[in-house]
């Protein structure tokens, strides 16, 4: 009865990680909805507007020639719009197939019984090749993901495109372009103003922003501002006149919420780039670039619904945290760390790959302690099951009397091994 216990599948506690899995389609489902809907939404009313003028002009006694090209250029504009409708559409049908393909991968989970299964291995593998692939994705290995993706057949369980579009923003960014970033701003509007952005991943990037702004997506105020920086960084007359024209348009609409920022702003305009005050030099700087690219990743992941860390660093810190104990990081660990051990460990954080990997890991929590029978203390406090210790000691050759702890290789006097009793 134990071992069914032990060995049962609760598919409920493997769903958290997978939540993405199902997240992102409903993200792309809705902004592909709401896209459709500002396309119909416009174009309907560039035709109204033009029919109502054609009516009125052959009522005025417009020539006909003249009637039927206003009515030929309105069943171009309806032609154009049906061709983008129907690439929307194709967009749509194509989620919703990697979403029943992913359902069914869930479904799968929950129709394996035992964790000894062979299906159970098979369906982890699949799952160990996403999380790679999400993985290589968000380190910018596009083509290495794609690979593997196609490899092992998990094209539809997996966001290739959707993680690719945003390491080109991304990049351009680094490289130090902001046109990219700003189209992405103004094609997602309406949801950036609508969706909070994480404050905390903000004040990580930006320890020192405004409080009026945290929580609210300020990347495009950002991008704006950097623009400018770049205006005033060159010096020139012309481009100066630019910045403040710039600046009177984009920056100065938000003196409310960023007061601190603006004021930096129009200070900048007093001072080159060889300042050493430090307010301004850091608005001078090149990190700023890198500034920018993670606040636009931490955007994009937050209106997609995407978790900010790689699902990879998710699933190994939990596996990590559950296998690892006191004993892992100790000067005694095993054979490996103290050459008068007498044993070898076989625990995989205590191996040299994961070792220093889980160093800083917090350990899990444990409702059950396991320890072996008859167990005696040695002075130096650690425990060990009796029957195993002399053993052990007659097997090495230990003089007759004495007991040599396995672990750290110290002899002692039988007499002062103390038994100990579980309460």
């Known amino acids: 009865m134990a071992e069914l216990t032990t060995t049962r599948l609760n598919a409920e506690s493997h769903l958290p990680l997978d939540q993405a899995l199902l997240r992102l389609p409903c993200e792309l489902v809705r902004k592909n909805f709401k896209t ?3 396309i119909v939404e416009r174009d309907r009313d560039n035709v109204i507007d033009t029919l109502r003028a054609t009516a009125n002009g052959a009522l005025a006694g417009d020539a006909a020639p003249q009637s039927i090209k206003a009515l030929d250029s309105m069943i171009a504009k309806m032609q154009g719009l049906k061709r983008k409708l129907d690439g929307l559409h194709e967009e749509e049908k194509r989620i919703h197939k990697n979403s029943r393909k992913r359902i069914q991968h869930l479904q799968d989970l929950y129709d394996i019984p035992s964790l000894a299964d062979v299906k159970y291995e098979e369906w982890s593998r699949v799952r160990l090749n996403r999380l790679l692939v999400d993985y290589l994705l968000r380190n910018g290995y596009g083509e290495s993901a794609k690979a593997l993706a ?5 094209t539809e369980l997996v966001d290739v495109d959707v993680f690719l579009h945003c390491h080109k923003i991304e990049q351009s960014l680094y490289e130090g372009r902001t046109q990219e970033a700003l189209a992405w701003c103004n094609e997602n509007k ?3 103003k609508k969706k909070l952005v994480s404050h905390d991943s903000q004040r990580l990037h930006n320890p020192r922003m405004h409080a009026n ?3 609210q997506s300020n990347l495009e105020f950002e991008l704006r501002l950097q623009q400018y920086i770049e205006l005033v960084r060159s010096g020139q007359k012309d481009q100066l006149l630019e910045a403040i024209k710039h600046a009177q348009k984009f920056i100065a609409p938000h003196r409310d919420t960023h007061t601190p920022e603006v004021d ?3 200070g900048l305009l007093a001072y080159p780039v060889e300042t050493r005050i430090e307010r301004y030099s850091e608005m001078y700087s090149a990190s700023r670039w890198n500034y920018l690219a993670r606040l636009f990743v931490t955007n994009y992941h937050e209106l997609l619904s995407l978790p900010e860390r790689p699902l990879l660093h998710i699933a190994l810190s939990a596996g990590l945290s559950s296998l690892k104990t006191p004993s892992c990081h100790s000067a005694y660990a095993s054979s490996s760390s103290n050459a008068s051990s007498s044993t070898t460990s ?5 191996s040299t790959e994961l070792n220093d990997l889980a160093r ?8 059950k302690s396991y320890v072996e029978n008859d167990p005696v203390v040695l002075p130096n406090g650690r425990v060990y099951g009796r029957d195993r210790l002399f053993q052990i000691s007659s097997q090495i050759g230990v003089p007759p009397g004495q007991v040599k702890d396995p672990t750290t290789g110290e002899l002692f006097e039988q007499s002062r091994i103390r ?3 579980i309460s």
């Open 190 to 192: 309406q949801a950036l």
């Open 419 to 421: 038994k100990v009793y």
């Open 360 to 367: 800083n890991v917090p350990y899990a929590h444990h409702t």
């Open 150 to 154: 196609a490899e092992k057949g998990i």
């Open 213 to 215: 702004s945290l929580g």
């Open 264 to 266: 930096k702003a129009m």
């Open 346 to 350: 076989v625990c995989p954080i205590c």
């Open 36 to 38: 459709s809907q500002r």
